[in-house]
């Protein structure tokens, strides 16, 4: 069956480290893959797309890997700060079909 | 300019009641997604609309749950004889083509929560 994974545990940082969440996905070959940041009582808003030619894409302080060998990408946050505190999904879509499915999201809380 | 807008944001209702809950998208925008959000877990999609193409309805549990989108642009999710496991984040989302295969951001909104007693 298709799946998306993320962390269940909430990653814990002190302020000014790089945080790094990760996407392991199964049963699917995306051609693009996004992360979205989600704030309590909030919809998810759009962070990042990476396409499956890009290695990195850069946005600010944040980066994303993807790696369709491994069918994982990772997500960066550096230099974090408390407003980063968020929860953080990776998305993407099965072959041939628009249904963006989501990962169940990683909680980032970035301590002063 | 406007983003996706939900109402209501909270319902609370009785078992067995019928529900509908509203989205109007951004302006412009044809694709239209709705999504369910149960306590600690993910988004699970329900409806996805683009222009005048049939929905893809994939994502619906159960034959109580059913939507519509007028005229290309507000949408109607309406749930039948509520159940106590329908509670949860409703989320609406829209997009300006509804790209193929993951390729186009979604601008969500803040979503309705809906309680069932």
């Known amino acids: 069956s298709q799946k998306i994974e993320q962390n269940s545990e909430a990653l814990n940082i002190q302020e000014g480290k790089t945080a790094t969440l990760t996407c392991n996905y199964t049963?699917?070959?995306?051609?693009?893959l996004q992360w979205y940041r989600q704030d309590p009582g909030r919809g998810p808003v759009f962070l990042l797309l990476?396409?499956?030619?890009?290695k990195e894409k850069r946005k600010e302080r944040l980066k994303v890997t993807f790696d369709t060998t491994l069918k994982q990408s990772l997500f960066h946050i550096t230099a974090s700060q408390p407003a980063d505190s968020a929860t953080y999904l990776c998305a993407l879509a099965g072959d041939g079909n628009n249904r963006l499915a989501f990962g169940k999201g990683n909680q980032v809380v970035v301590i002063p | 300019g406007a983003g996706v807008s939900q109402s209501p944001s909270n319902k609370v209702t009785e078992k067995g009641k019928d529900v509908e809950l509203r989205c109007d998208p951004i302006s412009g925008h044809t694709a239209l997604y709705w999504y369910r959000q149960s306590l600690g877990q993910g988004l699970e999609f329900l409806i996805y609309?683009?222009?005048?193409?049939?929905?893809?309805k994939s994502g619906l549990p159960s034959d109580r749950f059913s939507a519509e989108r007028t005229g290309g642009s507000v949408s109607t999710l309406t749930i039948q004889r509520t159940q106590q496991e329908d509670s949860a984040v409703y989320l609406c989302?829209?997009?300006?083509?509804?790209?193929?295969?993951?390729?186009?951001?979604?601008?969500f909104g803040s979503g309705t929560q809906l309680s069932v007693l």
């Open positions: 989302a829209s997009s300006l083509r509804g790209g193929t295969g993951g390729n186009e951001k979604l601008f």
């Open positions: 049963n699917y070959s995306p051609a693009y």
């Open positions: 609309f683009q222009g005048n193409s049939a929905p893809d």
């Open positions: 990476i396409r499956e030619n890009e």
